[in-house]
């Protein structure tokens, strides 16, 4: 695919196509939908940066995001080239687990070269590099500071259009609106998607949705390294475990500095401030994320969520649901963040729009099939994500309790996790599931089968690393107070105690 704006004439497509909202989802779509559309309008409630800055209309942005190799070869199919760009603009790519100090259910993972990375960064810097180059299509509208409120629907089940307004305008009950004409809508507006009111406004079903909540809270702050840090990993990653439902992530960003997320399944509050995230920090499973933190230089305050459950809307249960209208992204499906799947579906998502428009021919008759390929291309995200949160005592679900196959099978996938510490075939299958590249019938590979039979070892208590290891771990006490922003968390230098180790200090 070319988004070379003189490599197509004008009039080639298929009429006019309208995308609701600008985020990642919507800004893959609408790449997705210019090889088949004379004109695609975004349509953006926000006022839209210039460059990588926060908005609104992204309010997750503030939180860690990751887009796995998968998702980002989708990324590249959709706009060649992207890759460079976005490391060129600051992003990360990351091979896991070369790169990663990875503690999961069993221990710390070998590290090795799996062919799996990550990219990961600001979600403002993808935002913004994808939709420049959206920008130099002139196929391409941004209708900013602009608001769906509903759907026009047409003769034989098919949407024609969308009621739009400015956004805050408040004229009268319902403000000035008027109707803009499409061949082709996309809801991709996220997961305070209208779409379900708007059906039922047209007479149709709203779909029913499944969900799966593992009552998680969120915080994540970004801090500068400590002066003279030197490290031979690039990520930490603590993965949560039924008796411990602490996960805990530090991602790099641009210009060496470093997002640090924390997530516990369960807790009605996220910490609040720096002090209370390093006390946070210090209650995972492995003292490892806690010890560098607290050396470091909070940059700003610590930002909180609550949204955290899966949720996917069944359209594809709906017996009847209008033609010429999809819903894609977080507006069709949200996963629990710590599972780093959103983007990469999203991605995924646009891909096959794009095949299925290609095969089709038309934007017309198409819907009914794509919503069902969009439902097998989610369908293997939300296993992944609704199994590893069913695990969790707290964890509410509308789904049926697990039979006694679904049982057995936990009890197994439960020995791989444990193997994957100690055998290099359980953390490749562990690892392609959790990063999409493959479904789980990875999990019955001879050799990971034999890795599940022997089980794990006791975990190593060292992380393994050069820098970070056994030997060269430092532990500093508690924060008392919480620091200020732009000073030094770490802890005045103090006399050792005698007897004690420096490397093997217990923790809170």
């Given at each position: 695919m070319s988004l070379?704006?003189?490599?197509?004439?004008?009039?080639?497509?298929?009429?006019?196509?309208?995308?609701?909202?600008?985020?990642?989802?919507?800004?893959?779509?609408?790449?997705?939908?210019?090889?088949?559309?004379?004109?695609?309008?975004?349509?953006?409630?926000?006022?839209?940066?210039?460059?990588?800055?926060?908005?609104?209309?992204?309010?997750?942005?503030?939180?860690?995001?990751?887009?796995?190799?998968?998702?980002?070869?989708?990324?590249?199919?959709?706009?060649?080239?992207?890759?460079?760009?976005?490391?060129?603009?600051?992003?990360?790519?990351?091979?896991?687990?070369?790169?990663?100090l990875l503690y999961g259910p069993g221990g710390w993972l070998p590290r090795f070269d799996s062919g799996l990375s990550v990219l990961t960064g600001s979600r403002d810097v993808l935002d913004t590099v994808v939709r420049n180059r959206l920008h130099a299509d002139r196929k391409v509208r941004f209708l900013q500071q602009h608001e769906v409120v509903g759907l026009e629907g047409g003769r034989n089940d098919t949407v024609t259009g969308v009621v739009l307004r400015r956004a805050g305008d408040d004229t009268g009950p319902t403000g000035v609106r008027r109707?803009?004409?499409?061949?082709?809508?996309?809801?991709?507006?996220?997961?305070?998607?209208?779409?379900?009111?708007?059906?039922?406004?047209?007479?149709?079903?709203?779909?029913?949705?499944?969900?799966?909540?593992?009552?998680?809270?969120?915080?994540?702050?970004?801090?500068?390294?400590?002066?003279?840090?030197?490290?031979?990993?690039?990520?930490?990653?603590?993965?949560?475990?039924?008796?411990?439902?602490?996960?805990?992530?530090?991602?790099?960003?641009?210009?060496?500095?470093?997002?640090?997320?924390?997530?516990?399944?369960?807790?009605?509050?996220?910490?609040?401030?720096?002090?209370?995230?390093?006390?946070?920090l210090g209650r995972l499973r492995h003292p490892l994320l806690r010890e560098v933190v607290e050396s470091a230089t909070p940059l700003g305050p610590v930002y909180r969520s609550n949204r955290t459950e899966n949720r996917w809307r069944r359209y594809e249960w709906t017996r009847r649901l209008p033609d010429q209208f999809a819903v894609m992204g977080d507006a069709l499906a949200v996963f629990h963040p710590v599972h780093g799947q959103g983007l990469t579906v999203a991605a995924q998502c646009a891909v096959l729009l794009d095949a299925m428009l290609r095969s089709?021919?038309?934007?017309?008759?198409?819907?009914?099939?794509?919503?069902?390929?969009?439902?097998?291309?989610?369908?293997?995200?939300?296993?992944?994500?609704?199994?590893?949160?069913?695990?969790?005592?707290?964890?509410?679900?509308?789904?049926?309790?697990?039979?006694?196959?679904?049982?057995?099978?936990?009890?197994?996938?439960?020995?791989?996790?444990?193997?994957?510490?100690?055998?290099?075939?359980?953390?490749?299958?562990?690892?392609?599931?959790?990063?999409?590249?493959?479904?789980?019938?990875?999990?019955?590979?001879?050799?990971?089968?034999?890795?599940?039979?022997?089980?794990?070892r006791p975990a190593a208590f060292d992380a393994p690393s050069t820098t970070h290891g056994r030997g060269v771990r430092r532990r500093r006490p508690p924060l008392t107070t919480a620091p200020s922003v732009g000073a030094s968390t770490a802890a005045p230098p103090r006399s050792r105690v005698p007897g004690s180790s420096p490397t093997h200090l217990s923790g809170r």
């Open positions: 070379d704006p003189t490599s197509r004439g004008p009039d080639t497509g298929d009429g006019h196509a309208v995308v609701i909202g600008s985020g990642f989802a919507g800004l893959t779509a609408a790449r997705a939908l210019v090889d088949h559309m004379d004109r695609v309008t975004v349509i953006e409630r926000d006022r839209l940066p210039r460059g990588p800055r926060w908005r609104p209309g992204v309010s997750q942005s503030r939180h860690t995001h990751t887009l796995t190799d998968t998702g980002l070869r989708a990324l590249e199919q959709l706009f060649p080239g992207v890759t460079g760009e976005l490391v060129a603009a600051g992003m990360s790519l990351v091979r896991v687990p070369r790169d990663v109707l803009l004409r499409a061949e082709f809508v996309v809801d991709a507006s996220g997961y305070a998607s209208a779409t379900p009111q708007w059906l039922r406004e047209l007479g149709y079903e709203p779909p029913r949705e499944s969900v799966v909540d593992a009552g998680a809270s969120y915080a994540t702050a970004v801090y500068a390294p400590p002066v003279g840090h030197v490290d031979d990993w690039k990520g930490l990653l603590l993965t949560a475990t039924p008796d411990n439902p602490r996960h805990g992530a530090l991602t790099p960003l641009a210009g060496g500095k470093w997002m640090v997320s924390y997530a516990e399944n369960g807790a009605a509050h996220a910490p609040s401030g720096h002090a209370d995230f390093l006390l946070a089709h021919g038309s934007t017309v008759g198409v819907a009914y099939r794509l919503r069902h390929a969009l439902a097998r291309q989610v369908a293997g995200a939300w296993r992944a994500a609704t199994a590893t949160d069913l695990a969790f005592p707290c964890a509410v679900a509308d789904v049926d309790p697990p039979g006694p196959a679904a049982r057995l099978a936990r009890r197994y996938l439960d020995r791989v996790a444990l193997a994957a510490s100690v055998d290099r075939a359980a953390a490749t299958a562990t690892l392609e599931v959790a990063h999409l590249r493959a479904g789980p019938a990875v999990f019955l590979r001879p050799r990971v089968v034999a890795a599940a039979v022997r089980g794990g």
